[in-house]
């Protein structure tokens, strides 16, 4: 019992002794830290300790939750999933167990402060991250509404995002140009992994009743109730794999085969179909898979 207690003892000097390596911004992007309980075997807390002399100002300690797999703790953290196999010793398919110790990598946020001018697609630009990644570390309501002086960090990507990131990049230039805003409005929801599902758009905050307009000019190929989760729905084809959906709308003003300008009233918002309030849902399709919406709006 008493090895036990100086175990426990050198894990807690380790862990003060780090964080006080560690610069403010820093400390509050670590990630959970858990001790072991003083019950816990002898051998436990020796291994504890050989996972605890790994920690730096590069890495945190993590202990394993029910539920949690590699690959969940990758997405929840935004990290590279082969890094964390590696910085534990283990094979590409291990299981992990609660209660489990993991090293993760630790890259701190840089913190950008809004200077008159700014918008969120050049500060996006400068540091090479993409502007939905920004907004969701940021939980920001409405991306084109920033303050002069407000704080806003930076998200730092991982090998697989900047993978992404180049190839979409790639698509926009090739296939797309800006896009009008079919909604002004706080964006509620943005695109991606959302609870246990996925996101295919973005909803945008309205008021009922307020002008949905066509994000590009195109045919109108669907208008009308689409299903009982979008509700009444507009979907224009622009031609060459490309096409915008808007949905839960009050009402729809344009019928199939009519040609609409970038820019025409076509619904108008509501909340139809499986929604709590009036606002817009947004998609963009490129050859029949949905993209992030911001990477084509108009900036």
């Given at each position: 019992?008493e090895?036990?207690?100086?175990?426990i003892?050198?894990?807690?000097?380790?862990?003060?002794?780090?964080?006080?390596?560690?610069?403010?911004?820093?400390?509050?992007?670590?990630i959970?830290?858990q001790?072991?309980?003083?019950?816990?075997?002898?051998?436990?807390s020796?291994?504890?300790?050989?996972?605890v002399?790994?920690?730096?100002?590069?890495?945190?300690?993590?202990?394993?939750?029910?539920?949690?797999?590699l690959?969940?703790?990758?997405?929840?953290?935004?990290?590279?999933?082969?890094?964390?196999?590696?910085?534990?010793?283990?094979?590409?398919?291990?299981?992990?167990?609660?209660?489990?110790?993991?090293?993760?990598?630790?890259?701190?946020?840089?913190v950008?402060?809004?200077?008159?001018?700014?918008?969120l697609?050049?500060?996006?630009?400068?540091?090479?991250?993409?502007?939905?990644?920004?907004v969701?570390?940021?939980?920001?309501?409405?991306?084109?509404?920033?303050?002069?002086?407000?704080?806003?960090?930076?998200p730092?990507?991982?090998?697989?995002?900047r993978?992404?990131?180049?190839?979409?990049?790639?698509?926009?230039?090739?296939?797309?140009?800006?896009?009008?805003?079919?909604?002004?409005?706080?964006?509620?929801?943005?695109?991606?992994?959302?609870?246990?599902?996925?996101?295919?758009g973005?909803?945008?905050?309205?008021?009922?009743?307020?002008?949905?307009r066509?994000a590009?000019?195109?045919?109108v190929?669907?208008?009308?109730w689409?299903?009982?989760?979008?509700?009444?729905t507009?979907?224009?084809?622009?031609?060459?794999?490309?096409?915008?959906?808007?949905?839960?709308?009050?009402?729809?003003?344009?019928?199939?085969?009519?040609?609409v300008?970038a820019?025409?009233?076509?619904?108008?918002?509501?909340?139809?179909?499986?929604?709590?309030?009036?606002?817009?849902?947004?998609?963009?399709?490129i050859?029949?898979?949905?993209?992030?919406?911001?990477?084509?709006?108009?900036?």
């Amino acid at each position: 019992m008493e090895t036990t207690f100086k175990s426990i003892a050198r894990i807690i000097i380790l862990l003060v002794f780090f964080s006080l390596l560690l610069p403010q911004t820093a400390k509050a992007e670590m990630i959970p830290i858990q001790l072991p309980r003083a019950s816990d075997a002898t051998k436990k807390s020796e291994a504890s300790t050989e996972i605890v002399s790994r920690i730096n100002e590069r890495t945190r300690l993590y202990r394993v939750k029910k539920g949690d797999t590699l690959w969940s703790i990758a997405q929840k953290y935004n990290l590279d999933l082969d890094l964390i196999v590696a910085l534990n010793d283990l094979p590409a398919d291990a299981t992990i167990y609660a209660g489990q110790y993991l090293v993760l990598p630790y890259e701190p946020a840089s913190v950008y402060v809004v200077k008159p001018g700014d918008t969120l697609w050049d500060i996006a630009r400068i540091h090479q991250v993409p502007v939905d990644l920004i907004v969701q570390r940021n939980d920001l309501g409405n991306p084109e509404l920033l303050q002069v002086g407000q704080e806003i960090f930076i998200p730092t990507l991982n090998r697989s995002q900047r993978v992404v990131r180049r190839s979409q990049e790639r698509l926009s230039r090739s296939t797309w140009g800006s896009l009008y805003w079919p909604l002004r409005g706080t964006i509620t929801s943005p695109y991606g992994k959302r609870g246990r599902g996925f996101h295919h758009g973005i909803d945008i905050a309205g008021d009922y009743g307020e002008p949905i307009r066509a994000a590009e000019e195109g045919e109108v190929i669907f208008s009308g109730w689409y299903n009982s989760i979008y509700g009444y729905t507009v979907i224009i084809n622009h031609g060459s794999g490309r096409r915008t959906l808007y949905a839960h709308n009050s009402r729809n003003m344009v019928r199939k085969g009519e040609r609409v300008k970038a820019g025409q009233v076509i619904a108008r918002v509501g909340s139809s179909g499986r929604s709590t309030g009036p606002h817009l849902h947004f998609e963009v399709y490129i050859n029949d898979r949905t993209v992030n919406p911001l990477i084509y709006l108009s900036r």
